[in-house]
């Protein structure tokens, strides 16, 4: 197995540990139900087909791993990750599909590393549990005829279907990605801040989208954050860093919501502190050092456990 490669990933069902290299000849003891097959018995494999989540977790964990090491040999990945090369290739040609990753003779290849922090393309399936569970600890916040800002952040992706359901609600955000999600909800007035258009962000920023936030008063601002170290906040650019100054401006009231992958870090532009906020929103898996520096800003943390994908 290559080094940094994750162990043996079972799509078998069954108590028997996963392992299809076994050692030496001889036939596979039967360990399960048999059929007859010209005059012999022969063991049938019991199968179990991963769910959709669980393939996407694995398909996600691949790119993870592509972007660390810069690029990966395609048969040392399906080793690594214990699966057969055509599922490999199969799993290899979805990620290039999307623009996660590009695949070449014999290798995945990763994009350059900016791009793959802030391109919406590789944001939106990552951490998908978390983000579920951070949105389902405010969804009870929104209320019915209030005003809510939302940047363009997709950990706010998963909160959609349920504003969606909601009453003479105003959603202003940057995002076409939010904006395409609500807006067909008959009760949701959507307001898409226009601007300069960042096709891998799938948004807008510029003079005009902070000057068009200058003239609302929303009752809360929902937003997220790329970096975050010691309760400092960071994105890698400066255009949208401006974009969530001016949403908190804007707002009465504002929450952050991060996953743990966001905290301990930082990016080119800092853009103020989480005492900007009126509450943080994060998951138990981060770090403790990170709560105490939220606290000690005089900021209540809220946690979540988000839940694992079914196998």
């Known amino acids: 197995m290559s080094p940094g490669l994750p162990g043996p990933v079972c799509e078998t069902a069954g108590p028997e540990p996963c392992d299809r290299r076994r050692a030496g000849p001889g036939p596979v003891p039967a360990a399960g139900p048999t059929r007859t097959r ?3 018995r022969v063991a049938v494999s019991a199968r179990t087909r991963l769910s959709q989540a669980a393939v996407e977790e694995r398909r996600q964990a691949i790119l993870r ?19 057969s090369l ?3 290739h199969r799993d290899l040609d979805d990620l290039a599909q999307r623009h996660l ?10 994009f350059p590393a900016l791009t793959m922090e802030t391109a919406t393309r590789f944001r939106e399936n990552s951490a998908l549990a978390a983000k579920s569970a951070l949105c389902a600890a405010v969804a009870d916040r929104v209320k019915p005829g209030s005003t809510v800002l939302m940047d363009d952040s997709t950990t706010l992706f998963p909160l959609a279907p349920v504003l969606a359901r909601l009453d003479q609600l105003t959603v202003v955000t940057n995002s076409v990605g939010l904006a395409q999600r609500l807006g067909r909800a008959p009760g949701v007035n959507v307001t898409l801040l226009g601007g300069h258009y960042h096709g891998d962000f799938n948004s807008c920023t510029g003079s005009a989208v902070t000057r068009a936030l200058s003239k609302i008063r ?5 937003m997220s954050a790329t970096a975050v170290l010691e309760g400092r906040l ?14 908190l401006a804007a707002a009465e009231q504002a929450l952050l919501l991060a996953d743990h992958a966001k905290f301990g870090k930082t990016a080119t532009y800092a853009y103020g502190t989480v005492a900007d906020y009126h509450a943080v929103i994060t998951d138990t898996r981060t770090p403790e050092a990170e709560f105490a520096a939220i606290r000690e800003l005089g900021v ?12």
């Open 234 to 247: 960071f994105h890698p650019l400066q255009d949208y860093a401006e974009v969530k100054l001016a949403m």
């Open 300 to 311: 209540p943390v809220e946690t979540v456990e988000p839940e694992e994908p079914a196998p």
């Open 218 to 222: 929303a009752d809360l601002a929902l």
């Open 38 to 40: 010209r005059g012999r």
């Open 101 to 110: 990753l590009r695949k070449e003779r014999g290798r995945a290849v990763a």
């Open 65 to 83: 791993h592509v972007a660390e090491h810069g690029e990966s040999r395609i048969d040392d990945l399906a080793r690594g990750f214990d699966v």
């Open 86 to 88: 055509m599922t490999m």
